[in-house]
C-alpha cells in the first residue's frame, strides 16, 4: 500500500504559480500512474493532470492544457505539477492519488484511484 502527502499549496495572485509536490511512502510509485484532481466547493472532483507509470505519457483537463506540467521523480518518489498563470478558476483543493499499472491511460474517473493524499488548498486571488 502506498501513502501519499501533498504539499506546495497557499495562496497566490492570478498570474501566478504554484507547484504541488506528492511524495509517497509504503511502496515505490513507480509501480502506479499517478493523478492530480481537484475540487471546489459544490462541485465534483475532477482530473486535472495523469502521468503514467515511467512518465512516457501524460493528460491534461482542456482547463490546464498550456498552464500546468505534470513530471515525475521515481527515485525520488515524487509526482509534481507546476501550474503557471493562474486564475481564479483555479481555487480548489488539490489532491494527488495513485492506481495500480492498467493498460488504459489515462484513466479520469475518481473512484478508480485507490490511493489519496489529505489534499491541498489551492486559493487564487483576482
Known amino acids: 500500500q502506498v501513502q501519499l502527502v501533498e504539499s506546495g499549496g497557499g495562496l497566490v495572485q492570478a498570474g501566478g504559480s504554484l507547484r504541488l509536490s506528492c511524495a509517497a511512502s509504503?511502496?515505490?510509485?513507480?509501480?502506479?500512474?499517478v493523478g492530480w484532481f481537484r475540487q471546489a466547493p459544490g462541485k465534483e472532483r475532477e482530473l486535472v493532470s495523469a502521468?503514467?507509470?515511467?512518465?512516457?505519457?501524460?493528460y491534461y483537463a482542456d482547463s490546464a492544457k498550456g498552464r500546468f506540467v505534470i513530471s515525475r521523480d521515481n527515485a525520488e518518489n515524487t509526482v509534481s505539477l507546476q501550474m503557471d498563470s493562474l486564475n481564479p478558476e483555479d481555487t480548489a483543493a488539490y489532491y494527488c492519488?495513485?492506481?495500480?499499472?492498467?493498460?488504459?491511460?489515462?484513466?479520469?474517473?475518481?473512484?478508480?484511484?485507490?490511493?489519496w493524499g489529505q489534499g491541498t488548498q489551492v486559493t487564487v486571488s483576482s
Open positions: 492519488a495513485a492506481r495500480p499499472y492498467s493498460s488504459v491511460f489515462p484513466v479520469r474517473g475518481s473512484g478508480s484511484y485507490p490511493y
Open positions: 509504503g511502496r515505490t510509485l513507480s509501480a502506479y500512474a
Open positions: 502521468i503514467n507509470r515511467d512518465g512516457g505519457n501524460t
